[in-house]
């Protein structure tokens, strides 16, 4: 391997940046280098399924000669084989009828386009779960991609491919998108930084619904590259349905901003019972101490939302019901009704369920969850400033613990039930939320730890988790099982 693609293997994106404006590596040779990582680790974690080397090849030829003000300019990236649309390039959204199709969108989403105005260099997709419908990133349709830090483990899901190739330190930042986790869980899984975005702060033009689950971002190793992406694609696009309140300043000027003190809540079990590893929870109770430390109050409290035992299968129903979208979207795509052989037999079961359920049905979820995001909201009207919780129950399960079951096909959904117990309320109420890589397991499994804001409260995440970060730096994330 190349002393540049050492050198800049755990720098991060604006490290990188900084070295083309320096003129002391290019584009060309920033990417060369990124290739040359792809080639070395990618093998053991199957984090990368689809690439396109000589489009992004002619991308950085053009970078060479260009004088950017663009803040990524020349930085290499990946986008996830989900939802964010690139023209020209393949598609698969993990299912292995599409992947058989050889898609190839004509259209670029309004993410991407911001992607590449930012400065980045696409040059492939991160492996995703089929549909985005699980918390692991085990496609039939690609295969698992693996832990770098224990390739017995998983990476998380959906946006496992993303978390695993900067942590194998493919690449320094990579799109992501999370609609029940998929940022905060690879994030927790793989030792980085996880932001989930408030509702409607980045645009999902032109196909998607900001009033939904979902939003798209990024996975980073760093708190100020996670703010200089966000200050880089955030705000509203043509249409969109809800459109977050602008920042005061750049995210960027977050970064080791004095966050005062703050009252803050502390929650480190599951309020429904379920349960959660000591280990998450000895890293809740290791960051509430160490946010005393930093002049915060924190004190054992949190939405009492988070105690509704109707939340589960009302946030279920609405999921299956996307899954049911999605099969009805793949059938347009291939021509023809799509059948159970095309489709993974959980999200097949998920669709059946969805498909036996009413549009009055519906609209009682939709309803109820608008109830259920006001509830959670009056906490933080009531004086709290965040609440910190688990990232995830448990520490990442062994690769093949989701494989789809024949005789029990919700199986991977029930087993995703026990484990991501903290993230989709979160998705159901659009505030942002962020996981931070705080702790390690005794075998050095990382372990992520959440805060979460009032909605629109995005730069006080930042605020805090860069104090975080200069207070306990989790550089040590940067060995992995791969060296």
């Keep these: 391997m190349s002393s540049l693609a050492r050198e800049t293997r755990f720098m991060s994106a604006i490290e990188q940046a900084r070295l083309v404006r320096e003129k002391k590596a290019s584009p060309s040779e920033l990417l060369e280098a990124t290739i040359e990582r792809y080639n070395e680790y990618n093998p053991h974690i199957n984090a990368v399924n689809i690439v396109w080397l000589e489009h992004a090849r002619e991308l950085a030829k053009k970078a060479d000669g260009m004088q950017s003000d663009a803040p990524f300019h020349g930085v290499p990236t990946l986008f996830k084989d ?23 969108p004509q259209e670029t989403s309004e993410l991407a386009a911001r992607f590449v105005a930012a400065g980045l260099i696409p040059f492939g997709r991160t492996n995703s779960c089929e549909w985005g419908s699980l918390p692991v990133t085990e496609p039939e349709a690609w295969g698992p991609t693996r832990n770098p830090h224990d390739l017995s483990r998983t990476c998380g899901g959906s946006s496992g491919g993303a978390g695993a190739a900067v942590a194998a330190g493919i690449v320094s930042v990579a799109h992501a998108s999370d609609g029940g986790g998929s940022i905060r869980i690879p994030a927790s899984c793989n030792g980085l930084v996880g932001l989930k975005p408030s ?3 980045v645009s999902l033009a032109p196909l998607g619904d900001e009033a939904g689950f979902s939003v798209h971002f990024a996975v980073t190793h760093t708190v100020a590259d996670t703010a200089a992406m966000l200050d880089a694609v955030h705000g509203s696009g043509i249409g969109d349905g809800v459109v977050a309140p602008p920042p005061s300043r750049p995210f ?26 000591t280990e998450c929870r000895d890293a809740v109770r290791a960051t509430a101490t160490l946010l005393e430390s930093l002049g915060h109050r924190v004190d054992e409290s949190y939405p009492s939302a988070l105690a509704d035992a109707s939340f589960p299968p009302r946030f279920g129903a609405m999921w299956a019901t996307v899954q049911a979208v999605s099969r009805d979207s793949l059938s347009a795509l291939l021509g023809r009704p799509a059948t159970s052989e095309d489709i993974e037999a959980v ?22 969850s608008a109830m259920f995001r006001r509830a959670l909201a009056q906490w933080w009207h009531d004086g709290y400033d965040l609440l910190l919780t688990p990232t995830l129950a448990r520490i990442p399960f062994p690769v093949g613990s989701f494989t789809n079951d024949p005789n029990d096909p919700l199986k991977p959904s029930k087993l995703a039930g026990q484990w991501v117990r903290f993230t989709s309320q979160f998705n159901m109420s659009g505030q942002p939320a962020i996981s931070l890589p705080l702790a390690r397991t005794a075998t050095g499994l990382p372990i992520g730890v959440q805060l979460v804001a009032a909605y629109g409260r995005d730069d006080l995440l930042l605020r805090v988790a860069s104090q975080l970060e200069a207070a306990a730096p989790w550089k040590a994330f940067t060995t992995t099982a791969l060296d």
Excluded: F
């Design 82 to 104: 989900l939802g964010l649309l690139y023209a020209g390039q393949r598609l698969s959204q993990g299912n292995k009828a599409v992947k058989a199709l050889n898609y190839v």
């Design 199 to 201: 509702r409607g702060r």
């Design 252 to 277: 960027i000027q977050e970064i080791g901003a004095d966050a005062g003190s703050l009252r803050i809540g502390l929650l480190d079990h599951d309020p429904l019972g379920m349960h959660v590893d």
């Design 347 to 368: 999200n097949w079961a998920q669709a059946e369920y969805a498909a036996r359920s009413s549009a009055v049905d519906y609209a009682k979820s939709v309803a109820a």
